[in-house]
């Protein structure tokens, strides 16, 4: 994955305004093209850094939440038909699944931090963030997908190659 500047780039200020209002709830907003691009940049910049922990660390040893146990149960028991290892954006995108998810992802509000921000996941577990293998979710669809390919080893083969190569 290729590095960014990030926040950074915007000097202390510049990054501490976007913080700010990246924490304010996104109904404060219309259509701002500049905070689109700072959400952007945030779930680039999780995604990142998500890559970088499956890459160094035995994915099977991650918790990515307190709740770990909890969401990997109640997803393995919602979605026992999901395709981990080769997710189809229809599972997460289209009316029918979204009936399916939302009230999964409801019943973590107020119980993992920013369960609805926007985040990147992986289509294919083998694979890389680029544009054909990456979709935007909510974060705790992330998180629930996530714990449940660290636990069944499909994110093994990414820990695998990237420790190999080192």
């Given at each position: 994955m290729a590095s960014s500047n990030g926040l950074a780039s915007l000097g202390p200020d510049g990054a501490k305004a976007a913080a700010h209002a990246l924490s304010l709830p996104a109904d404060a907003y219309g259509?701002?093209?500049?905070?689109?691009?700072?959400?952007?940049?945030?779930?680039?910049?999780?995604?990142?850094?998500?890559?970088n922990l499956i890459s160094s660390v035995d994915p099977k040893f991650l918790k990515l939440t307190k709740m770990d146990d909890e969401i990997y149960a109640s997803f393995k028991e919602t979605f026992k038909h999901l395709d981990l290892k080769l997710l189809d954006p229809d599972d997460l995108k289209s009316a029918e699944?979204?009936?399916?998810?939302r009230p999964f992802c409801n019943q973590y509000e107020g119980q993992?931090?920013?369960?609805n921000y926007g985040t990147l996941l992986r289509l294919d577990s083998g694979k890389d963030y680029t544009d054909e293998n990456t979709i935007f979710t909510t974060r705790i669809q992330f998180f629930a997908v996530e714990i449940a390919?660290?636990?069944e080893g499909f994110n093994d083969a990414v820990f695998s190659s990237r420790s190999s190569k080192s």
């Amino acid at each position: 994955m290729a590095s960014s500047n990030g926040l950074a780039s915007l000097g202390p200020d510049g990054a501490k305004a976007a913080a700010h209002a990246l924490s304010l709830p996104a109904d404060a907003y219309g259509n701002d093209e500049r905070l689109e691009a700072m959400w952007a940049m945030k779930a680039y910049n999780h995604a990142e850094v998500y890559f970088n922990l499956i890459s160094s660390v035995d994915p099977k040893f991650l918790k990515l939440t307190k709740m770990d146990d909890e969401i990997y149960a109640s997803f393995k028991e919602t979605f026992k038909h999901l395709d981990l290892k080769l997710l189809d954006p229809d599972d997460l995108k289209s009316a029918e699944a979204k009936e399916k998810w939302r009230p999964f992802c409801n019943q973590y509000e107020g119980q993992v931090e920013d369960f609805n921000y926007g985040t990147l996941l992986r289509l294919d577990s083998g694979k890389d963030y680029t544009d054909e293998n990456t979709i935007f979710t909510t974060r705790i669809q992330f998180f629930a997908v996530e714990i449940a390919r660290n636990r069944e080893g499909f994110n093994d083969a990414v820990f695998s190659s990237r420790s190999s190569k080192s």
